[in-house]
């Protein structure tokens, strides 16, 4: 069989990279994919339509490019195209994809649509309200705010509705931040459409886990969500989860404090309850799901959906699959992923992020990436590239030359997380590039 891969980060080389070990695939395109992806065996990039085109001539492009070479699977990486109904139109086509349809999809393109299916089906949550104008918002924060800095009033969290890249959450402190977020969401539009309705959502305290998971749900039959074993992002730039959000620093997999008793409270508090509203709202969710989880007193909260598998959640938790991927990814497009079994190793895997210097800022970018490939080779990590791309000439080392903020992550295998964690900075020590930057912590007690 052939696969397809739409994306180009490092989420999208990990499951190329996967799905390339299958037994059932014998090949992999990835639309765009990138540097990673063009090195990898049995894998091929694919540039249709060069720099920026408008989301639907992509797609359409998309499936002209699967009909012609007999591509058989399609997998989605990104949420963008799931929002803007790839799937949809593919299924129109006649061909398979991994990956929801538009109506599913405003779980993660509308936070206040979520927060509905949340209230709606019992999956525990934090408690928010939706405004679509700033003046009832600015009189939400003021009664919320009413106690003053020094009355112990917890942080009001403020959350754009739409997609935004990361930067539509601000957990404000005081009135002043409160109101001025809303205005330059609302009245400013610095977000664009993303901030014309927005949340004012209640504070939450704690560790914050991801489960991503399979989900085949179609209308009519029962649905079934497999989840993976947790993982943990580092969000913020700097050691101790200082400075500004990224798109994530390093993951590892799984979470030893997720433990036991927390993953059957999640079991019964948000994932059995989602299952009932996707097959309730009638959708056909042939895909992943990302829970974005916070633990409050030994509780489990949904922070978020996200219809996609997380960035950098991915190039922890794919290294540990035992099972077929590529299997996976036909029983979730068949809706037989009822009788699938999922097998993971046993021990961790710590998968660093290294950014370019200025990242989340303004980045350096073109540097090339250089390997101590004996140094490397001795930790058995596995390079996943992100903002990388191929290129020639430069220092001996990885063919690769540095193109966004997040370039690269190192995902390394081990016995226990100490291990993992262990192996994963003496794979990140046997790469350099200008500017190479990274957290020591990840995996570490912050979360
Ligand atoms: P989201 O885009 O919803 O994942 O939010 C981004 C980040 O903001 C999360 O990963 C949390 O760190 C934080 N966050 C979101 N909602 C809350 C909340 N209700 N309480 C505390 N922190 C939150
Ligand atoms: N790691 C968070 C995300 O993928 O959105």
Redesign the pocket.
Known sequence: MKALIIGGGGREHAMAWKLAQSEKIEKVYAAPGNGGTAGEKNCENVDLLGRDPAEEEIQEALIRYVIKENIDLTVVGPEAPLAAGISDRFRAAGLAIVGPGAAAARLEASKAYAKGFMEKYGVRA?RSLAFTEARGALEALKIHFAGGKTGGTPPL?I?ADGLAAGK??V?AADRALAEKTVVSFMEEKTLGDAGKKLLL????NGP?VSVLAAVSCVPGKKGVILPFVSARDH?RRFDNDQGPNTGGMGAIAPVPDFNAALQEDFMEAILTPTLRGLEAEGFDYRGFIFF?L?IQNGKCYL??YNVRLGDPETQAVLPLLDSDFGELCMAVENGALNDFRLNWKPGAVCAPVAVAAGYPGDYRKGDPIALNETAFAKTRAVLFAAGALRSSGGPAGTGLRSSGGRVLAVSAYGANAADARKKAYEALGALNFEGMDYRRDIGGKTS
């Open positions: 934090a969290v959350k539509g959450v957990i959502e209640e504070f939450l914050e969000k974005g916070l922070l978020e």
